[in-house]
């Protein structure tokens, strides 16, 4: 006969044995049958070689029904030489999971010093399927940093401050085989109060 202390430690051994058995584990995930490879940042961005930063990069990894996918090993590969970077170590490839959102972000990129256009290989592969995609991005120095509507809006700053003169040079060829001109210059005004004026040089 089994002693009260035995039983009192037995028969909660099997209820909790009979529950277990008596539930059906969960269905796992059915797998895709295909993945795509979204780009959601980086496509297009411009790096600062003067300052080393550089833009975050993310994609997103799908199903063939759109939906996200997680645990997918994502692996982003650099160009060999030329315009482009390194990763952490000097690194050219890294692999990175995707999150519950199947968002994988690129780890930060060292950009170096070669100024031109490159692209970044991406690659996902999850349970016997692949999909790639190619991140096109560019490095600059600091001081091509300045865009033309900067300097387009540096003028009207200094226009609407106090006036500024403006030149416009147009080249061109001359009216005849034996014309010497070059170009025309015209000369403005842009003011605060009397508007803008144009006309000939005096």
């Not at 099997?14 to 979204?38: D, I, K, M, Y």
């Not at 560019?138 to 900067?150: F, H, Y």
């Amino acid at each position: 006969m089994q002693s009260p202390v035995v039983r009192s430690l037995l028969i909660p051994l099997l209820v909790a044995f009979v529950t277990a058995n008596g539930q059906e584990p969960p269905a796992p995930a059915p797998a895709p049958a295909r993945l795509s490879v979204v780009v959601l940042e980086g496509e297009g961005a411009i790096n600062n070689i003067k300052r080393r930063t550089s833009r975050e990069t993310i994609v997103k990894v799908e199903d063939e029904n759109h939906k996200p996918l997680a645990g997918v090993a994502v692996a982003f590969l650099l160009p060999a030489d030329g315009p482009g970077g390194a990763f952490t170590g000097g690194a050219k490839s890294v692999t990175v999971n995707t999150d519950s959102a199947g968002r994988a972000v690129m780890p930060h990129l060292q950009v170096n010093s070669n100024p031109g256009t490159y692209r970044i290989g991406v690659y996902a592969s999850h349970r016997g399927l692949g999909a790639s995609a190619t991140i096109s991005q560019s490095s600059i120095t600091g001081a091509a940093a300045v865009s033309t509507a900067g300097i387009i809006g540096i003028v009207a700053g200094v226009a609407a401050a106090g006036g500024v003169a403006l030149a416009v040079v147009s080249k061109g060829k001359g009216n005849g085989p034996g014309s010497s001109q070059t170009g025309t210059t015209t000369t403005g005004t842009v003011g605060t109060g009397g508007g803008t004026t144009f006309g000939p040089p005096h």
